[in-house]
């Protein structure tokens, strides 16, 4: 299979896995009050799912070392959709918690596995268009997954997830099929004392101290405030949407769709432009100031019209942030080192998504606005590390 053709059905794979991977995120209020569980469930049961992936973000990364993406993508994919059979099945808090944390360890494996593949099998001069494909298609797709999700809801909750399962495992013998093998060693070469090292989820965070500077330690602080402020607003903006406004999942599924058109739209466009045309250190400044400014208006916004605008903003701003994120962090790495370098981002992804869906979950129950009062503040420090990172005046390679 040619370059440009393999990479075409990698990519239309990688749209089927980020549709499926989202069908349960609108069914997920329903079933924490069809089972009168506490409110606080929706931001745990996501937090707990992120805190595995947090912890085997850097695993996978370094793993992919030794076997191809292709078969972390089969055993993962395979993995998240018997995890989405065991969240169905689940009736209290703690089966759903312990569901999410199953699903993590192999969510974690896939989005590294994605990122190491980009980085690794594209050719230098297209590093940062497949990087921006990725981040588009990771948003554009999820939020139609929200929308095909919440009208299988309306059939039935179990549906969306039975239907979710099937397609994770399906798109995971497409991506077997379609990637070529890119590890640099097998596993048979690697001492099993070295293996059983290399499993251990902490010597992966502590062997970032090979390429951790000052400069990576900013770009790291900001992927974790974004991704804190974007998941607790999203956290509390689905569950918003059936507590107090009483939409089904399929309003909650249009509305994900109509920021899937926007957000598309605005990664082709501008975030294109960005990458190409502007200083990336500048424009993350901005962008941030725009989540910031848009959280802002859900908080003061005197109309349902009005939030659901801004909301749509603060979503947008997020799209174009990602690609151009992991354009300046996957630049700034060491060839020899960016598999654990895509890693060690992935993480911090993870752990501001941790964060973000505690918080939303604990402050929803005190007041349905706070979540939102959160996320401005969040995104406003952001502004603040990102224009830090901006002033920083040392070379990329200074330790910390």
Known sequence: MKYKTRFAAFFAAMVVFNLAANFAHPVTPTVIQNLKLHDYMFGVALA??????????????????????????????????????WFACST???????????????????FVSFLTYVVGRSAPEDQGRHLTITATIQSVASAFGYMIGGFLGEISVLTAFL????????????????????SETGLKEIPLKQLAREANPFQAFLDSRTFMSVSFFLLFA????????NTGFDQAFNYYLKDVLGLTS????????????????????????????TDTKRSMVSLTAVCAAAALGTVVAPGIGLFIAFSVLVYAGYSVSVPVLQDMVANQADIRQKNLVMGFFNATKSLGSIAGSMTA???????????FVCTFVIYGISVAVAFRYLRYKGAASDRL
């Not at 990364?61 to 993508?73: Q, T």
């Not at 509305?255 to 960005?274: D, E, H, R, Y």
């Open 48 to 85: 707990a799912m992120q805190f595995t992936n947090f912890l085997v973000s850097p695993f996978w990364g370094k793993i992919n070392n030794y076997i191809s993406a292709r078969i972390s993508l089969l055993v993962c994919c395979c993995g998240y959709g018997i995890a989405q059979v």
């Open 92 to 110: 209290t808090e703690l089966q759903i918690i312990l569901a999410r944390m199953f699903a993590g360890l192999f969510t974690g494996g896939v």
């Open 163 to 182: 239907v979710q399962a099937a397609a994770l495992v399906t798109v995971g013998v497409l991506f077997f099929l379609i990637c070529e093998t890119d």
């Open 222 to 229: 900001v992927n974790v405030l974004i991704n804190f402020g």
């Open 250 to 277: 399929s309003y909650n599924g249009i509305i994900k769709a109509a920021v899937g058109f926007i957000s598309f739209f605005s990664n082709m466009t501008l975030c294109i432009w960005i990458l190409n045309r």
């Open 361 to 371: 979950g604990f402050i929803y129950s005190l007041h349905v606005k706070l979540p």
